[in-house]
C-alpha cells in the first residue's frame, strides 16, 4: 500500500499528523466494514473471513510490520500475525485487535445498510465500526502518524473469532508464545467511559452459562381435564428464575458475594439509563452505585426460554421448560465455583418436587489488570496530552478470555485494556457506530504512548 506524506516526517507534531490522517482512516474502515466477517459459516460465507484476514495482513505490511502472515488457529480461524524489531535496549509492545464481527442481527432495524459505512449526525456507522475494525483502524493510524519514529519494537496479533468465543488464538497462545512475547499487551478491544473521557479497562467479568431444564409430567395433558393438581413445569421454572433475584432486583445466588464496591471511575445513573435505553419510569436493578452493580457484583440474566409460543399455544399443562441463565462474576469470583453455586441454587429453588437437570455451557475467568507499572505510568502521560486530563479506570461487562492467557502466558507483561468503544456505539446490536473523534484521539494517545514508552524504559525512567 502506498502510505501518505505525514508518515515520512517524524518532526511534525503528531496531533497533527494523526488529524491529517483520518480521511485515510475513514477510507480504510469503510473498506473493512464493506467486507461481513461474521465468524460463524452458518450464517456467513467462511471466505468472507479470510478476506478481512488477507486485507488486514496487507495493511500492517504497508505501515512496516515485517513477516506479516495467516496463521490458522485451533479453531479454524486465522489470527494475523507481524512483528516490527525492538532497536536495541528498547521494549516490545504488542498490538491486539480482531476482525470478525458480529452478525448484523434484525437487518430492518439498521437504519442504513449494516456492510457500508454510513456517516449520520457526525458518527460513523456500520456493523464492526467499532468493535473491532475501529481498533484496527486506530493502530493504522497511530503507526502512520509515527512513520519511522518508532522507538519500541511491535508485534501484532488480529484474530478472527473473537466474536464467536471458540478459543482459536487462547489455544494458539501458549504454544507459541515466542510469537508474542512483549513488555506491553495494549489489547484494544475496549474503550472510554464516555467520548472524551480518556479511560483504560483494569476490569472485565466472568461467565458462567448454564441451561436449566425442569420436567413435572410424562407429556403435556389437556388444562381443562388436569389443569390444577397436574404440576406446571413452566410454572416451576418461573418459580425457580425469580428466585435468583431479590426483590429491589438485586442477583442473589446463594453462595455469592453479592455486596462488593468498584474502587474506580464512576457512572452516573442517569448516563447509564441513557446509554442502556431504560424506559421511562422503570426503575433500575439493585442497590448501591451503578458501577458497583456493573463492575463488582454478580449479576444474572436469563438470556432465554424455551416454552410454547403465545401463537399456536394449546390449553396444554406444559410438562417441560427450559431457560438458559447467564451469571457475570466479577474479579476475586471463580467462575467454575460461581457455576456450581448457581446450579446448586437453581436445584434448591425447584418446587413441587420438580425433576432438574442442569447443562454446563461456557466459563470464563474474571480478569483484572495490575496498574502500578511503567506502561500504566507511560498511558497517563500519553492520555493527559491527548485528552488534556488523566486516565480514569473503568470495569467490563463482557468478558475476552484472552486476557487470562495473555496473562498467565506473560506473567511479567503490561495489559492495557482500551480503544474507541464507549457506550454510545452500541456494540452487538443494530445501528453499532464509532465516534470519528475517538479514532483520532486514541490513535493520538496509543502514538504518543508508543513513542514515551521506549524512550522512557531506555532512560530506566517513567515519569
Known sequence: MTEASPESAPTDDLAARVAALMPRAKADLAELVSIPSVADPRQFPPEQCLRAAEWVAAAFTGVGLRDVR????????????????????????LLYSHYDVQPPLDDAAWQSP?????????????????????????HLTALRALGTDVPVGLKLVVEGSEEQGTGGLEAYVPDHADELRADALLICDTGNAAVGVPTAT??????????????????????????????????????????LRDTDGSTRVNGLDGAGTWPGIGYDEQRFRTDAGVL????????GSVADRLWAR???????????????????????????????????????????????????????????????????????????????????????????????????????????????????????LMGVEEPRCLIHAPNESVEPSE???????????LRHYGRAIARGDTA
Open 70 to 93: 495467516l496463521a490458522r488457529t485451533p479453531d479454524g480461524s486465522h489470527a494475523v500475525l507481524g512483528h516490527r524489531p525492538a532497536p536495541p535496549g528498547a521494549p516490545t509492545v
Open 114 to 138: 449494516p456492510f457500508e459505512l454510513t456517516e449520520r449526525d457526525g458518527r460513523w456507522y456500520g456493523r464492526g465500526a467499532a468493535d473491532c475494525k475501529g481498533n484496527i483502524v486506530m
Open 202 to 243: 483494569t476490569a472485565l467479568r466472568g461467565l458462567a452459562n448454564v441451561v436449566v431444564t425442569v420436567s413435572t409430567l410424562t407429556g403435556d395433558v389437556h388444562s381443562g381435564m388436569f389443569g390444577g393438581p397436574a404440576p406446571d413445569a413452566l410454572a416451576a421454572l418461573i418459580r425457580m428464575l425469580d428466585t
Open 280 to 287: 421511562d419510569g422503570v426503575e433500575l436493578l439493585g442497590s
Open 298 to 416: 454478580p449479576a444474572v440474566t436469563v438470556l432465554g426460554i424455551d416454552c410454547p409460543p403465545v401463537v399456536g399455544s394449546a390449553a396444554a399443562v406444559p410438562a417441560r421448560a427450559r431457560a438458559r441463565v447467564s451469571l457475570r462474576v466479577p474479579p476475586g469470583t471463580d467462575s467454575a465455583a460461581a457455576a456450581d453455586a448457581l446450579t446448586a441454587h437453581l436445584r434448591a429453588a425447584a418446587p413441587w418436587g420438580a425433576r432438574v437437570e442442569v447443562e454446563r455451557e461456557s466459563t470464563g475467568s474474571a480478569f483484572r489488570a495490575a496498574t502500578d507499572g511503567p506502561a500504566y505510568a507511560t498511558l497517563d502521560r500519553a492520555m493527559r496530552e491527548a485528552y488534556g486530563e488523566p486516565v480514569s479506570f473503568l470495569g467490563q461487562g463482557g468478558s475476552i478470555p484472552l486476557c487470562n492467557v495473555l496473562a498467565g502466558t506473560f506473567p511479567d507483561a503490561e495489559l492495557i
Open 439 to 449: 479514532i483520532e484521539r486514541m490513535a493520538h494517545v496509543e502514538a504518543l504512548f
